[in-house]
C-alpha cells in the first residue's frame, strides 16, 4: 500500500480565498483523523472520522472550517475564507479501527498571504 | 483535558552517547501511548504503542517503556540516522484521536 496520500503537498494563496486540502486513506482503514501542526502548539486534532461519519469536531477551529468524507477511500478539509493565521502544516491519518495506531500522510504545507 | 508534556525540548548527543527521553502525560483512562518520529518536512512515522504501566518494546537501538504517569524512550548506542523528533501521544478513555506533547528535537554527531 501506499500509504496515506495528501494532496497538494504546498498551497499558496491569497488571503480570503478557499482552499480545499484532499486525503485518501490507507485502504481497508475505518478511522480517519485530520491535524494541524504549527511551531507554536505542536499538532493538533482537528476532526475525525469512524466508518466516514464525523465524530468529533471539537478541534475545528471556527466556522470557517469544514470536512467531509464522502466514501471510505476520501477526504476533504476545506477553509473558507482563510486568513494568514491559517498557515500551518496539515496532516492526514488513518487507522484500522479507533483505538490502534495512527498512520500519517507527508502533510500540507499551507500559506496564506 | 489529556496532557502531554516531553523533556528536554531538544537533545544534541555524541554517536554511540546513550540517552533517553521523557513523556509525562495525564489522562482519564489510558487506551494507549504512541511513539512517533517526524523528520523534517514528513509526517510522523509511528514507531510504538504501550498499553499498560510495566510494558515495555524494543526496535533497533529504541527502547519505549511506561510507568502510570511517563514513558522513556531510550536510545542505545545513537548513530546519526536517529537524529529527528521524537513525539509522544496519548489516547484517553474520551476520544479517540490522539493527543501529542510537543516532541524532542533529538540530533545525533558523528
Known amino acids: 500500500d501506499a500509504g496515506v496520500i495528501q494532496s497538494p503537498r504546498h498551497e499558496v494563496t491569497e488571503m480570503g480565498q478557499e482552499v480545499t486540502l484532499r486525503c485518501k486513506p490507507i485502504?481497508?482503514?475505518?478511522?480517519l483523523f485530520w491535524y494541524r501542526q504549527t511551531m507554536m502548539r505542536g499538532l493538533e486534532l482537528l476532526i475525525y472520522?469512524?466508518?466516514?461519519?464525523?465524530?468529533?469536531d471539537s478541534g475545528m477551529p471556527e466556522d470557517r472550517f469544514s470536512a467531509k468524507m464522502p466514501n471510505a477511500s476520501f477526504s476533504t478539509l476545506k477553509i473558507q475564507p482563510s486568513e494568514p493565521r491559517d498557515s500551518a502544516v496539515y496532516f492526514c491519518?488513518?487507522?484500522?479501527?479507533?483505538?490502534?495506531?495512527?498512520?500519517f500522510g507527508q502533510g500540507t504545507r499551507l500559506t496564506v498571504v | 483535558e489529556d496532557q502531554v508534556t516531553q523533556s528536554p525540548e531538544a537533545l544534541r548527543l555524541q554517536e554511540g552517547e546513550s540517552s533517553s527521553l521523557n513523556c509525562s502525560y495525564t489522562?482519564?483512562?489510558?487506551?494507549?501511548l504512541f511513539w512517533y518520529r517526524q523528520d523534517p518536512g514528513k509526517g510522523p512515522e509511528f514507531l510504538f504503542t504501550l498499553y499498560s504501566a510495566g510494558e515495555e518494546k524494543e526496535k533497533e537501538r529504541l527502547k519505549a517503556t511506561l510507568t502510570k504517569k511517563e514513558s522513556f524512550l531510550h536510545i542505545t548506542a545513537p548513530k546519526p540516522e536517529d537524529s529527528a523528533t521524537y513525539l509522544c501521544?496519548?489516547?484517553?478513555?474520551?476520544?479517540?484521536?490522539?493527543?501529542f506533547g510537543k516532541g524532542t528535537h533529538l540530533i545525533i554527531q558523528p
Open positions: 489522562v482519564s483512562g489510558l487506551r494507549g
Open positions: 472520522f469512524n466508518n466516514n461519519v464525523p465524530i468529533d
Open positions: 485502504s481497508g482503514h475505518n478511522s
Open positions: 501521544a496519548v489516547r484517553g478513555g474520551g476520544a479517540d484521536g490522539l493527543t
Open positions: 491519518a488513518s487507522s484500522l479501527a479507533s483505538d490502534t495506531e495512527a498512520f
